[in-house]
């Protein structure tokens, strides 16, 4: 009998010490064959205590047989008793209903049954409270279709260490860094033109412009700068930029450049019976332009009167740029720490057409409804709760009206610069962009548009 219980503890022990190698060595094939079932398998027992504790139960009534004691004969000296089964009516908490689980490499997701009368939001409200009873990081709501939702469940954090280049080899598409979901964030200018990227000082605005630099970079795309803060941020890159503004004298000329190269490509485009530059034949395809502005603010700033006609130039170009933009290849990726209507009048209609949206960290409340707040009130909620020990952190939404929490890559101001000088053979001219139909209305030449290039 001594035995046999020594036999049972060493296999227990051996088992043990097996899964716990099995474990450490390959924690992916882990999950799926031995933690996923076990925590689901509790998660589904607890389901209908951590239903109730989150207020996503519903009361129904039941019917329940009891047995009820009644008196039977009743003397003087004695009772008899006997017993009757009655029908009582009892409340009980029902807990929704969950569909087939689905392990993720992060967690899982499961479909969940909505009650009579309840909405994807209750849900939501009830997240934090859901991640906390599973002891996981976090829970996400994606309503699924009329009825149902879907809950994604992250057991760690993914976006603790995110590492992943920007390259896609893919034309105008970039792969910036990692969604929460654990997918590559992807940012594809063909289907989303036009981006606005967000945030407090420090909060990640640049090192994400590094990422788009250095994915597209070894694209055959022009590249194009403002930077008002006296060009410390784009100068760098100057080799793989073909034309650079810097004062507010340039951003002019540079937008009436821009402008000229979208009218042009709207001479050609209806010349070739074409609605967009995609349907030219390739040969006369006009090279893409994406266009970067780093603080958007300082282009409407006005120091005193004598700037206004200049900042409402400005406010038009950029407006025409983003509104011409998307049929005829110039794409503006915008960035900055605030963009509301107190920069001046045409800031919130370019704001509007900038459908790609990224809101890193924010200060005060109002730059995270600027950035998002026509979307979903759950994603301003994520852009609030973004922590600043986590710089790069972002909410990035689409035009669909999804959104997801993602960070960036870091990609350092070095390696941006190692991949503009490595690719500035693929620099087109300013000159040759600006050659046109309609004749070139830009000064080339002036060195606040062409900055010298960098040996
Ligand atoms: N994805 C990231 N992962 C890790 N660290 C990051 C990430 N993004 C940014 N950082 C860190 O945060 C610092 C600030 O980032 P960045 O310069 O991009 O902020 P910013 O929003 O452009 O600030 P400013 O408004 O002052 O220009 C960087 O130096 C870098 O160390
Ligand atoms: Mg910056």
């Known amino acids: 009998m001594a035995a046999e219980n020594v036999l049972v503890l060493v296999v227990l022990v051996a088992a043990a010490a097996g899964a716990a190698a099995w474990r450490r060595l390959a924690p992916g094939s882990f999950w799926f064959c031995v933690g996923f079932p076990v925590r689901w398998a509790w998660v589904f027992a607890t389901w209908p205590k951590v239903a109730a504790g989150c207020k996503l139960s519903r009361k129904r009534n039941r019917l329940r047989w009891s047995l009820e004691v009644v008196p039977l004969v009743s003397t003087s000296a004695s009772t008899s008793y006997t017993q009757r089964r009655k029908v009582r009516t009892v409340a ?132 194009v700068g403002f930077d008002l803060k006296g060009g410390v941020e784009l100068t760098p890159y100057a080799p793989r930029l073909s034309a650079l503004a810097t004062t507010r004298a340039g951003s002019v000329r540079l937008l009436d450049g821009l402008v000229s190269i979208l009218e042009d490509r709207m001479t050609l485009c209806r010349t070739a019976g074409a609605r967009n530059v995609w349907q030219l034949p390739e040969e006369i395809r006009p090279v893409p332009v994406v266009v970067l502005v780093d603080e958007v603010a300082e282009l409407f700033l006005m120091a005193d009167k004598s700037e206004k006609d200049e900042v409402a130039k400005t406010a038009t170009g950029l407006l025409r740029v983003a509104q011409l933009g998307r049929a005829f290849a110039v794409y503006l990726i915008v960035s900055g720490q605030r963009i509301g209507s107190d920069l001046g009048p045409g800031v919130t209609a370019l704001r509007s057409q900038l459908s790609g949206r990224v809101c890193h960290r924010v200060n005060d409340p109002e730059t995270a409804n600027m950035t998002l707040g026509d979307l979903d009130p759950a994603a301003l909620d994520a852009a609030r709760a973004i922590p600043a020990e986590t710089p790069g952190v972002a909410i990035v939404a689409g035009q669909d009206g999804t959104w997801s929490r993602a960070r960036t890559v870091l990609i350092t101001e070095d390696e941006a610069e190692h991949a503009a000088k490595t690719f500035a053979h693929l620099t087109p001219a300013w000159s040759d962009l600006i050659r046109s139909l309609t004749g070139p209305r830009a000064t080339v030449d002036d060195p606040a548009v062409h900055p010298p290039r960098a040996a």
Do not use: C
Request: hydrophobic share 45%; aromatic share 4%.
């Open 92 to 223: 009980v908490d029902k807990a929704p209903r969950f569909g087939l689980p689905r392990p993720t490499s992060l967690g899982w997701r499961v479909g969940v049954r909505l009650h009579d009368g309840q909405v994807p939001a209750d849900y939501q409200a009830a997240a934090e409270r859901l991640a906390h009873a599973w002891g996981v990081h976090s829970v996400r709501v994606l309503p699924d279709k009329p009825g149902r939702v879907v809950l994604v469940v992250n057991r760690v954090d993914p976006l603790t260490d995110v590492t992943a280049s920007p390259e896609t080899g893919e034309l105008l598409t970039v792969r910036p860094g990692m969604l929460e979901t654990g997918m590559p964030w992807i940012m594809d200018l063909k289907v989303m033109p036009h981006w606005l990227n967000a945030g407090a000082t420090q909060s990640g605005k640049s090192t994400l412009v590094n990422a788009i630099i250095r994915g597209l970079a070894p694209q055959p795309i022009a590249l």
